[in-house]
């Protein structure tokens, strides 16, 4: 009954300022003969109309009330925006009144602060992640925070979800669009080629804006080991890196010059991975997680999510909290684990942090 109000309240916001558009168009009187009505010209919905535009999600704002207060948004403290800002990297749903929320780990890169909404912030550290899942434990430097609510159940097909921010309003919205399924996994690569040494795989050319490029790797260096392995060839190294999702991170031992380096590369996608067709159709909705497959069990839904919207809590019309986003995926593709999951995922971090 509560989700059945929720629905036409929501309409009824949504149908008022279309009315209200509707008799701005519409100023003859009803009294009119038929044979003399004017043509009808169909209404143009303003931009705020639209699924993701403001009067809509002004709408949805009752439904995340709740939800948005356990929801946190990470930011870089070494990265910043053009405009001088600290870059967002993901949204999280705080777990634990003492300072504990979950986030999409292969988003949190770096040292990390946390906003916490109306103003505060804290210093944050990632302290478990679990590469199935994608999802990350951070800890917060900050008490009396409020734990989400977790509900039962799955949305199903054609249900309306909200994805809750640290706002008044949700960042998001959208409809379920496929049951509950495994997502399948596409290989990681590292962004660079190579040239067989006796030393070992020379870096020849880096792919920019590659997880290679970002992590420091220049021409020339050798590379050594990959995750700990040794690596021999170029043909070792392609199929080590290819053995692990796009979104991993994987530490590397190089040369460069006489200096032996240890980094970290965050893994992306192969250039030409799926049909072209595909990509530049789902590259028109904005940009897509580099993590966006390998998940055993996630709930599709049409969203248009940015990456770093990933993490937080998403509620269906009772304002029951039914999961965590963990991907944009496509244009109107993105991704969910279930509550029952990320609860299940939760425990095991929180063992592993101890």
Known sequence: M?????????????????????????????TRPPEEAAPFFPVRLSADQFKGGEAVLRAFGPVTSEASRSTVRFLSLTEKKTDGNPRELALGTVIDANGLAVSKASQ???????????????????????????????KIEAANLKPVRWGSGVPKPGQWLASAAPTPTPT???????ALREVPSQPGALGVAVTDEDAGPKVSEILPGSGAARAGIQKGDIILEVAGKNIADGRTLASSVGAYRPGTKLPLKLRRDEQVLSLEATLGRRPG??????????????????????????????????????????????????????????????????????????????????
């Open 108 to 138: 949190l890169e770096g040292d990390l602060v946390c906003w916490l909404g109306e103003a505060r912030v804290a210093k944050a550290t990632v302290v478990a992640t679990d590469p199935d899942s994608d999802l990350a434990l951070v």
């Open 172 to 178: 998001a919205v959208g409809v379920v669009s496929a």
């Open 2 to 30: 509560r989700q059945l109000c929720w629905t036409l309240a929501i309409l009824a916001a949504v149908e008022a300022s279309v009315s209200g558009a509707s008799r701005a168009v519409s100023a003859e009187p009803a």
């Open 273 to 354: 991975d799926g049909p072209s067709r595909i990509q530049f159709q789902n590259s028109l909705g904005g940009a897509l997680s580099v993590r966006r497959d390998g998940f055993a069990s996630a709930l599709q839904h049409d969203t248009v999510l940015r990456p770093e919207d990933c993490g937080g809590p998403v509620v269906d019309l009772s304002g029951k909290v039914v999961g965590v986003n963990i991907a944009r995926a496509g244009r109107t593709e993105s991704y969910l684990l279930p509550a029952s999951l990320v609860e299940t995922v939760v425990k095991s971090l929180r063992a592993k942090a101890k």
